[in-house]
């Protein structure tokens, strides 16, 4: 048997029960960093547990969706379960996209239970050189 004395993980687990597992329609949070590296974002989404087919990103216009499905994992009759800490159910985030960003070309990696997506930034946003031309002609002001 497994014994605790932390207080505060005891309030999350019971407001995790009260609240319930997330479903499709009210999914629980994800946590997730955000970071620019170089010429593109990275976002990277905790999921642990969750297989990569039960992982859904969309993206219309510059909304992100992320959605994961944490299921129970099925044991025989004879077990009896001590402690369950760990939540079940839908995860989401939305996430808003600048305009600067080619969400045409996002790159998706799942690895340790971590949800990688690298999102370059578009051409027309990266800085550039403009040259001045000098002019090749001679003006004379009369007056």
């Known amino acids: 048997m497994l014994m605790r004395t932390d207080p505060f993980r005891e309030l999350d687990r019971l407001a995790q029960h009260l609240v319930g597992p997330g479903t499709w329609s009210r999914p629980s949070p994800m946590p997730m960093d955000a970071y620019r590296e170089g010429d593109e974002y990275v976002v990277a989404f905790d999921v ?24 129970p994992v099925a044991k025989p009759d004879d077990v009896q379960m001590e402690l ?10 939305q996430i808003t996209l600048a305009d600067t960003l080619d ?6 990696d799942y690895d340790a239970g971590v949800l990688t ?9 990266k800085p550039r050189k403009i040259s001045v031309g000098a002019g090749t002609g001679r003006r004379e002001i009369s007056g």
């Open 48 to 71: 642990p547990g969750v297989s990569a087919d039960a992982i859904d990103i969309d993206v219309e216009r510059n909304m992100l969706t992320v959605k994961a499905e944490r299921r």
């Open 84 to 93: 369950a800490e760990r939540p079940l159910g839908v995860f989401s985030r």
């Open 117 to 125: 997506l690298r999102i370059p930034i578009a051409e027309r946003a």
């Open 103 to 108: 969400t045409e070309r996002i790159q998706a």
